[in-house]
């Protein structure tokens, strides 16, 4: 083969790896994220939210919502608009869901069943910044999309964002939040277990309570109550943690011990007590409410 030829073919290959690496670069203070041939670049997004937080400025906060909320003004460009919030996370503006106006969004959670606002909170309080999130997309029939936002703080109390579409979002687990049960109340149990000092028992000369007095949304507190034939009663502190899917539960105990379990029914649980150290131990509650 001729060594001309060689050489040749050797330095366009070099220079296609040299071309894909560049290619590759990510530019540096921007998310790293895959754009679509179609995609609003960075530049175009933070400049729009440039432009409408120079506008509040120039023309004051009371015109600057109304236009922000005129889903034919001059701040809903394509796939761009501008929304407002406050720090307390209320929103003040939105050109396509004016019914979300006044609303505190804190606890809303996206297409995940997850709170999202959190994050663009933090990134206004810093001055600005992008955040990924998922939101509904107008302009498809208001389905689920991918969304790169980017947010700017007007000043103290306000801040401004707009975002753009990235494309389809993933299929999430859960499209809609769990409910969470309320177990507040008393609750009586079955036992079965093995304990170090005793071997495998039934627990046929105790009797267990469980009371959740209080329950903020997935956490909750109370005590339980274990009562021997001779009439001693054993108090201990509880709180718990209902999972995600709103079915399986943990506790934690005063005296150091903990459960884990799940939510049979409406009127159900199971418990998994367990015990480490030298007075070792485990049991299964099955308890009902009453």
Same mark, same amino acid.
């Given at each position: 083969m001729n060594t001309s030829f060689i050489r040749m073919l050797c330095l366009c290959i070099l220079g296609l790896v040299l071309i894909t690496a560049g290619c590759m670069q990510s530019e540096p203070g921007t998310p790293d994220i895959p754009e679509p041939a179609n995609h609003t670049s960075n530049e175009t997004l933070v400049a729009f939210v440039e432009s409408a937080v120079a506008y509040a400025h120039a023309n004051g906060k009371e015109k600057a919502l109304t236009e922000f909320s005129n889903p034919n003004g001059s701040f809903v460009r394509g796939e761009l608009y501008i929304y407002a919030y406050d720090?307390?996370?209320?929103?003040?503006?939105?050109?396509?869901?004016?019914?979300?106006?006044?609303?505190?969004?804190?606890?809303?959670?996206?297409?995940?069943?997850?709170?999202?606002?959190?994050?663009? !909170?933090?990134? @206004?309080?810093?001055?600005? /910044?992008f955040v990924r999130f998922y939101y =509904?997309? $107008?302009?498809?029939?208001?389905? %689920?999309?991918?969304?790169?936002?980017?947010?700017?703080?007007?000043d103290e109390d306000w801040w401004l964002g707009s975002g753009s579409y990235t494309g389809p979002a993933p299929t999430p687990v859960h499209t809609t939040a769990t409910t969470i049960p309320d177990l507040t109340g008393n609750w009586t149990a079955?036992?079965?277990?093995?304990?170090?000092?005793?071997?495998?028992?039934?627990?046929?000369?105790?009797?267990?309570?469980?009371?959740?007095?209080?329950?903020?949304?997935?956490?909750?507190?109370?005590?339980?109550?274990?009562?021997?034939?001779?009439?001693?009663?054993?108090?201990?502190?509880?709180?718990?943690?209902?999972?995600?899917?709103g079915r399986? !539960?943990?506790? @934690?105990?005063?005296?150091? /011990?903990?459960?884990?379990?799940?939510? =049979?029914? $409406?009127?159900?649980?199971?418990? %998994?007590?367990?015990?480490?150290?030298?007075?070792?131990?485990?049991?299964i509650d099955t308890l009902k409410r009453v």
């Open positions: 720090f307390n996370d209320t929103v003040l503006a939105h050109p396509f869901d004016p019914e979300k106006i006044g609303v505190n969004r804190t606890d809303e959670p996206d297409a995940f069943g997850n709170p999202y606002s959190r994050p663009f !909170i933090d990134a @206004a309080k810093n001055g600005s /910044g =509904v997309n $107008p302009a498809h029939n208001r389905t %689920v999309e991918s969304k790169l936002g980017y947010v700017m703080k007007v079955a036992m079965t277990g093995y304990e170090e000092s005793t071997g495998f028992t039934d627990y046929s000369t105790v009797t267990m309570t469980m009371t959740v007095s209080e329950q903020h949304g997935r956490v909750f507190s109370g005590h339980t109550v274990f009562t021997t034939a001779n009439g001693t009663e054993t108090r201990t502190a509880i709180a718990g943690v209902i999972g995600r899917d399986t !539960i943990s506790t @934690a105990e005063q005296d150091g /011990g903990y459960c884990l379990g799940e939510v =049979v029914g $409406p009127d159900e649980l199971e418990l %998994v007590y367990l015990q480490d150290g030298e007075q070792y131990g485990v049991a």
